[in-house]
């Protein structure tokens, strides 16, 4: 089988299973989602917002996947492929963040905390390709300063970077799996995404100061990644002040398609050094 073949088997059969698994949690969980929407006030504009955010991160993805396969050689390592990744575990993501915040109120406490858990560990999975991307850059920066000798090779830097990755997943699981309540997930999960978007803002700022990535603008992405880690934290202030209500979810939504966007251009924006 051609290698685009096989990659693009890979892909459909991936997605067809996210989706799979996504819709049996939801067919589990129908009755209690349908009562949510029927009885808590504001449930149906963040059904909205969600939706709208999904098909807005379904539509990039697509737009990214086809520009990889479009190439003459597709590697997995290929900004395309990685920021292809990046939205399309966003919008399962997002899919998932239906099922949690439609269960909130109707469910128990460590029925809850399970299918955070859940959210949490597909967080993992979206913030994965960026921070393989800044964990090559961060090799690359060391051996510039002569820190690193080694991983000259693209594909030894590759095997090397996928490996470290692989640690702090784990790492990162392991935390999220043996958390013991909401609050404590909340902290954990806080700090996950605060240090991924810090690294990855950073990586992107590196790369532009230093002349990198041509084919894309990472001035505008990493601004875009800073507006991300904003919105991030303050997500989690606000939370901890006002709650987290109808109104409050649907702005942060608003506020996250845009910034999405910002991102995305600076992916299809290329930069003139």
Not at 105 to 127: E, F
Request: with cysteine; glycine share 4%; hydrophobic share 55%.
């Amino acid at each position: 089988m051609e290698k685009r073949q096989k990659y693009l088997l890979i892909l459909i059969i991936s997605v067809c299973f996210g989706i799979l698994a996504i819709s049996l949690l939801y067919i589990i969980n129908l009755d209690v989602m349908a009562t949510t929407i029927t009885t808590i006030d504001g449930a149906f504009p963040v059904l909205i917002a969600l939706i709208v955010r999904i098909t807005v991160l379904v539509g990039m993805a697509i737009y990214l996947f086809n520009r990889w396969f479009s190439q003459e050689e597709i590697y997995t390592s290929d900004l395309p492929f990685l920021f292809g990744m990046f939205f399309t575990l966003l919008a399962f993501g997002k899919l998932l963040d239906i099922l949690t915040n439609f269960l909130y109120p109707s469910v128990a406490t460590d029925i809850y905390l399970m299918y955070l858990k859940i959210r949490q560990l597909s967080v993992i999975g979206t913030l994965a390709p960026m921070v393989f991307l800044s964990i090559m850059m961060i090799i690359i920066f060391l051996q510039e300063n002569g820190k690193i000798k080694k991983y000259n090779d693209p594909r030894e830097r590759n095997i090397f970077s996928l490996q470290i990755l692989i640690i702090i997943a784990v790492v990162e699981a392991i935390l999220i799996i043996i958390t013991p309540n909401t609050t404590i997930a909340g902290i954990n999960f806080a700090i996950f995404v605060m240090l991924s978007l810090l690294v990855t803002t950073w990586m992107f700022y590196f790369s532009y100061h230093n002349k990198r990535l041509s084919q894309i603008h990472p001035l505008i992405i990493a601004i875009g990644f800073t507006a991300y880690l904003i919105s991030n934290i303050l997500r989690v202030l606000f939370q901890n002040v006002i709650g987290e209500n109808a109104l409050f979810i649907v702005i942060t939504e608003i506020i996250d398609i845009i910034i999405g966007m910002v991102i995305f251009i600076g992916y299809v924006k290329k930069v003139k050094y």
